[in-house]
């Protein structure tokens, strides 16, 4: 007599099965979750990367462009009342910059978080117009084409031999609008201190020591920023940008989330006489110590190259990390208490326009 087929499994044999099960499902969430954070890991990598080539393009451009005033000149003159203001003065520092709580900030700039801060002075040569004609008399620029110029605007004209640093205090209304001003009076802020634009300066006579700029000169927009880290709306660190706009307010704009810190080392020429070559990099308050030079003007003046290290970290979301990681920036290693992603990145930018 046949046995009937056994049917189902013993007690054992579930079990084995059920482990066996359970060590499948194991591995398999274990490669899901490495798979995700490594994918989120990488995400947050990206998007820090991206943000930091996206801040130093802008901030090499700026950079590279301090004291640029359209072309080289011999002599120049600064008419705008408070003309040693840091969002004016081109011509005497284009470049300058302010150490870690040491006290002093540029015109304007509040709510720095931390790190230093930088200023950066230059023409803007994206857009230039041509000077068809100049009275000097009547303090009026006529262009060769319209222009898009705001009153209150500052300007730099230049013809290659002698530059001036203006504000533009009214159009005259017609239908080509080619015409800017430079007037003195109360029309604009901080206004023009005499409409004479030549040498020596003479702020006493409303007309000033007569300069007409001759046909072919140039004029273009003052360009002036300064970058430092604040806090931005969601309560994240980022890298700001301060600009100067029109009637010289200053506004604050941010560049890129997720910037912790910022350190600057300036590249200074201390050779006697100066032979156009970086010697050593030091910090903002050791520039004019170190540059040999008597005046903290003639110090900047020395400044050839701008080293930017900055620290980049995740969102607060982005918890990529399994523990807290340590790095190093500014010659100390840091252990945050978090486990969000961060990274250290420095770039090296030439002051192209004293090379």
Not at 100 to 116: K, Y
Not at 119 to 136: A, F, K, M
């Amino acid at each position: 007599m046949l046995r009937k087929s056994q049917r189902g499994v013993s007690l054992v044999e579930l079990m084995v099965a059920l482990t066996v099960g359970m060590f499948i499902i194991a591995a398999i969430g274990y490669v899901y979750l490495a798979a995700n954070n490594a994918s989120r890991s990488m995400e947050a990598s990206s998007r820090i990367q991206e943000n930091m080539r996206y801040a130093f393009e802008r901030m090499s451009y700026d950079v590279r462009m301090a004291g640029m005033s359209g072309c080289t000149m011999q002599t120049q003159v600064n008419v705008l009342k408070n003309s040693s203001s840091w969002e004016f003065d081109v011509f005497s520092f284009p470049l300058r910059g302010y150490e870690e709580n040491a006290g002093s900030l540029p015109t304007g700039v509040s709510g720095v978080l931390r790190g230093d801060v930088f200023s950066v002075l230059g023409v803007d040569n994206s857009v230039e117009y041509i000077i068809e004609s100049h009275n000097p008399v009547s303090a009026q620029f006529e262009l060769s084409e319209k222009h898009n110029i705001k009153q209150g605007e500052i300007l730099v004209a230049t013809d290659c031999k002698h530059a001036a640093v203006f504000q533009m205090t009214n159009v005259n209304n017609n239908d080509e609008i080619k015409n800017v001003v430079h007037n003195t009076g109360n029309s604009t802020s901080p206004g023009n201190c005499t409409k004479g634009f030549g040498l020596p300066l003479n702020c006493d006579d409303a007309n000033g020591n007569s300069y007409t700029f001759p046909p072919g000169s140039r004029l273009l927009r003052l360009n002036a920023a300064t970058y430092y880290i604040g806090t931005n709306g969601t309560g994240e660190s980022a890298l700001f940008r301060q600009t100067l706009g029109i009637n010289a307010t200053t506004s604050a704009i941010e560049l890129v989330e997720g910037i912790e810190n910022m350190q600057i080392l300036y590249g200074v020429d201390t050779s006697n006489p100066a032979d156009g070559a970086v010697n050593i990099y030091v910090t903002a308050d050791q520039v004019v110590a170190t540059s040999l030079e008597a005046t903290a003007q003639a110090a900047w003046q020395r400044v050839l190259a701008v080293r930017v290290s900055m620290v980049a970290v995740s969102k607060a979301n982005e918890l990529v990390n399994t523990k807290p990681q340590s790095y190093v920036f500014n010659g100390a290693t840091i252990t945050p208490t978090d486990r969000r992603m961060r990274k250290v990145f420095t770039n090296t930018i030439a002051v192209r326009n004293r090379l």
